[in-house]
């Protein structure tokens, strides 16, 4: 357990982060973030445009945990159209524990690098429903 540290975030990955946070995108969009574990870095997995609830929950792997930064287009009651962008950590109960941990590890350097307020973990990928999220973003 002791080798277990916080992965370097690539400079890939902070350029990544910069332009999603500033894009002007008006459809929800994903970017999904991994550890390579051999190199101990957080590197860019994909940046999905366009993406549902239910497609992003498709395209996650069943046993790895992943970082995604979520731009989700909401549509208030009174009409107005808002675009919160969530951090969801995601880490499956069954992925290997020592990943496990090094993703845990590396959650608070990699929330610090985008700064955001709604952050929300997942375990089990049928969490991660459009209602979930709405209740969530509320």
Known sequence: MGDSKICDISDDVRDELR??????????????????????????DELLDDISVRELQESLPGHQPRYVIYTYKMIHDDSRISY???????????????????????????????NLTRVYEIRELDELTEEWLKEKLK
């Open 19 to 44: 332009k999603f946070r500033f894009r002007k995108s008006t459809k929800n969009s994903a970017l999904i973030l991994k550890i390579n574990r051999e190199k101990q870095l957080l590197v860019l």
């Open 84 to 114: 919160p962008m969530c951090f969801i950590f995601y880490t499956p109960r069954d992925s290997q524990m020592e990943l496990q941990m090094m993703y845990a590890y590396t959650k608070s350097a990699l929330q610090r690098e985008i």
